[in-house]
């Protein structure tokens, strides 16, 4: 029997969530025959938003994983032909990343199986507590993003 007292936090609700969804995304993904994973796919979709492709340390902070898990991420999209690094022209030491004619193809399929996903899961709710709920985590993301910024910049400066 559960124990009342306890209030179990929304943030640990949010991640519970948040996990789930990412399961069903797997799920059809393999269904689709598409051999990619949820996280290769956020991967392709950060980089598909930079049309002059991005830096991979800047899509790591951009996803808050560490550079070897974008590493990963980014071998495996390589090696399936969906994005391509090349020298960064500034600075040979970094790389930038671009996606390939074919990533776009593969973002037009996933399309309707995240949005699947996302229906299933938001079933039952009105459309304005959808619309307040994406806008409240797009609020929460930017907070929790700019204090992790600021935070990680006074480390640097020694102020922690």
């Given at each position: 029997m559960p124990n009342e007292d306890i209030n179990y936090p929304a943030g640990f609700m949010l991640a519970d969530v948040a996990r789930l969804m990412r399961v069903e995304l797997d799920k059809s993904i393999a269904e689709s025959g598409l051999d990619l994973s949820a996280g290769d796919i956020r991967a392709l979709m950060n980089i598909a938003r930079f049309f002059d492709g991005v830096r991979q340390c800047d899509i790591a902070k951009g996803m808050h994983v560490e550079p070897m898990t974008i590493s990963a991420y980014l071998d495996r999209l390589e090696s399936s032909n969906l994005v391509r690094?090349?020298?960064?022209?500034?600075?040979?030491?970094?790389?930038?990343?671009?996606?390939?004619?074919?990533?776009?193809?593969?973002?037009?399929?996933?399309?309707?199986?995240?949005?699947?996903?996302?229906?299933?899961?938001?079933?039952?709710?009105?459309?304005?507590?959808?619309?307040?709920?994406?806008?409240?985590?797009?609020?929460?993301?930017?907070?929790?993003?700019?204090?992790?910024?600021?935070?990680?910049?006074?480390?640097?400066?020694?102020?922690?």
């Open positions: 690094r090349q020298a960064d022209p500034r600075d040979r030491r970094a790389r930038v990343v671009h996606v390939t004619d074919t990533a776009a193809m593969v973002l037009q399929q996933v399309q309707p199986m995240l949005a699947t996903v996302y229906d299933n899961a938001m079933l039952g709710v009105a459309d304005e507590a959808r619309l307040c709920t994406e806008t409240s985590l797009e609020i929460a993301r930017t907070n929790l993003s700019r204090q992790r910024y600021l935070g990680s910049d006074m480390m640097r400066a020694g102020g922690f």
